[in-house]
Every structure is written in structure tokens, then in C-alpha cells.
């Protein structure tokens, strides 16, 4: 069992262009975005999080619960559920503005014990900022690592939630010793301000970095850089691409039994270039159409 913990919101995505445009609803958030992608590539998974009684927040269990997702984790409260308005770029790429408070996501606590034969817990984007919810997140990612689970990071960072970035930066470097695997975006890094080598220095052992359509690297602790390139596809938006490509990794390290620092160690060359072109195949087909729309395991066979 893979547990994503964080976040489900809900974006509203522009159908057109100028200010006026219509706004189209759409199930979203990092981990619930990962969440589903897992669940449909046929991974056993559960997601951890706290979400509204409302309309959305019913439509969003819909969504977990058609993917195949364990929902038994989740926590449920009153409060509204968070809203994330979306810009598209002409290159296809999302930025987003955000709609966050007194909702129900923030509420989060931290659960007494994770569902019964978790293997690794996921973690990552806006839940990791938002109190008081971002320190039950915290607590519960440092607990499992220290009970030996394996633990994935996706920061996804959104500046425009992050009051104080310095602040944020050594938060950040203080999770690492409880990451087993550190994916993140170009931008991401470039934010944070650190390097790969640096981050396994603090605790991964293993940092990809995903680069939009040039592809991605992973970087282990022997030294290694292991390349793939993007795969060429007619983008539509970037909308979920990244968290495809966090739950395509879990994915394929669960097929292959490495859910584990030193089975993670352990992968060769070969083994880390069908894991990362896995990945980006997974991604392109997202980035093939409108929103979060991560593929099924039938869609991205191989490797």
C-alpha cells in the first residue's frame, strides 16, 4: 500500500482566454492528483487528508474512489474546500492563484497510525505550507521515517503561498533526513536554491529532477546521473504532469520492490532508465489533455 498525504482541492481552469473567461471545475491538488495517477496505473493506494462535506469535496472522493483509491484515511469537516484558479500559459504551462482560507484541507491532523500494510507514504505542494495542517503533515512524515516506511517529497512549490521563503527553505532542508526520495521540478530547485548533491548530503538517496519536455535526471548517492529525454507530444496544459510523474516513480519502484533506501541504492543504470522513461511516457500522455487527467496503466505499458 502506497499512502499520498496532502491536499484535494479544487482548480478552476480557464476555458479560452482574456478576464472573463469561463471556469471550468476540475479535481485537483498535488497529492490528490498523485493519488489518482497510482490508482489508476494499479498500485494499491490510500490517501490521507481532511476534505469538505460539500459539493466539491464529495465530487473529489468520487473521483479517489473510481480510481480505486482507499479513502478510509480520510478526514472530513464542514469548512469549504480550497480553490486554485489557473492561468494557462501559451506553452501550456499552469500558474495558479489560491483560495485557502478557513478551508477544510488546512484542518488537517495527524493520524494515530497509517492503514494497515503501508509500504511508503508521499508528501508534498500546498499542504506542507498551510497551518495548522503543514505541521501535522510534518509530524506525520517524520514518524513514519522514523519507523523505518519509505517517504517520497514533491515540495511543488507555489510562492504565492509562502509568506516567508527563507523560512520555508530551512523548513524544507529540515524534512530531508526523513525523505527516502526527493522529486521536484527545475523551477522548484531553482527556488529552493540548493543542488541535488547538496539534498543527499541531507538524507535522499535519490534526487530526480524533472524538466519540463527536455526530460528528467535522477542523481543518487554513488555519484550517478541517470538522463531521459521528454517524450514529444502536443501539449495541452501542464496541469498534473509533475505529480504523474511522482506517482509513476512510486509505481515502478513498487513493481520492482524498492520501496525500501537500500533496495533504492541498489538500482542500476538499467534499472533507473525504464523507471524515468516510465515516467515521462506517463506525463506526456497527461500533458495530452485539458487538466489532471493521469493515464492508466494500459496507456503507458513498458518498462
Excluded at 533506501?261 to 489533455?289: H, K, P, Q
Aim: some cysteine.
Amino acid at each position: 500500500m502506497i499512502v499520498v498525504a496532502g491536499e484535494a482541492l479544487i482548480d478552476l481552469v480557464p476555458r479560452g482566454s482574456g478576464p472573463l473567461v469561463d471556469l471550468r471545475p476540475a479535481r485537483g491538488g498535488g497529492p490528490y492528483n498523485t493519488a489518482v495517477a497510482l490508482g489508476r496505473l494499479g498500485s494499491p493506494t490510500a490517501f490521507c487528508s481532511r476534505v469538505s462535506y460539500d459539493v466539491y469535496g464529495e465530487a473529489l472522493l468520487t473521483g479517489l474512489r473510481e480510481a480505486g483509491v482507499d479513502v478510509t484515511s480520510v478526514q472530513r469537516g464542514p469548512e469549504p474546500t480550497t480553490l486554485a484558479l489557473a492561468s494557462i500559459g501559451e506553452d501550456g504551462s499552469a500558474r495558479y492563484s489560491f483560495y485557502v482560507e478557513g478551508s477544510a484541507d488546512r484542518l488537517f491532523e495527524a493520524p494515530a497510525r497509517l492503514p494497515a500494510g503501508t509500504r511508503a507514504v508521499s508528501f508534498g505542494t500546498c499542504s506542507l505550507v498551510l497551518e495548522p495542517g503543514a505541521s501535522a503533515y510534518e509530524e506525520l512524515l517524520h514518524g513514519a521515517a522514523a519507523r523505518g516506511v519509505f517517504t517520497a517529497l514533491d515540495p511543488n512549490i507555489r510562492p504565492g503561498l509562502i509568506p516567508d521563503p527563507a523560512a520555508h527553505r530551512a523548513r524544507f532542508k529540515s524534512w530531508l533526513p526523513s525523505v527516502s526520495l526527493l522529486k521536484l521540478s527545475e523551477e522548484d530547485a531553482e527556488w529552493l536554491g540548493g543542488t541535488p548533491e547538496q539534498w543527499l548530503a541531507c538524507g535522499p538517496a535519490a534526487v530526480v529532477v524533472t524538466r519540463g519536455g527536455e526530460g528528467l535526471t535522477a542523481y543518487t548517492r554513488d555519484g550517478a546521473e541517470h538522463r531521459v529525454p521528454g517524450e514529444k507530444v502536443d501539449v495541452v496544459d501542464t496541469i498534473g504532469a509533475g505529480d504523474t510523474v511522482n506517482a509513476a516513480l512510486l509505481h515502478g519502484l513498487s513493481a520492482r520492490d524498492a520501496l525500501s533506501v537500500a533496495s533504492l541504492a541498489a538500482l542500476t543504470a538499467e534499472d533507473w532508465g525504464g523507471l524515468l522513461r516510465f515516467a515521462a511516457r506517463a506525463a506526456a500522455v497527461t500533458c495530452s489533455r485539458a487538466g489532471a487527467e493521469p493515464p492508466y496503466a494500459s496507456e503507458v505499458d513498458g518498462d
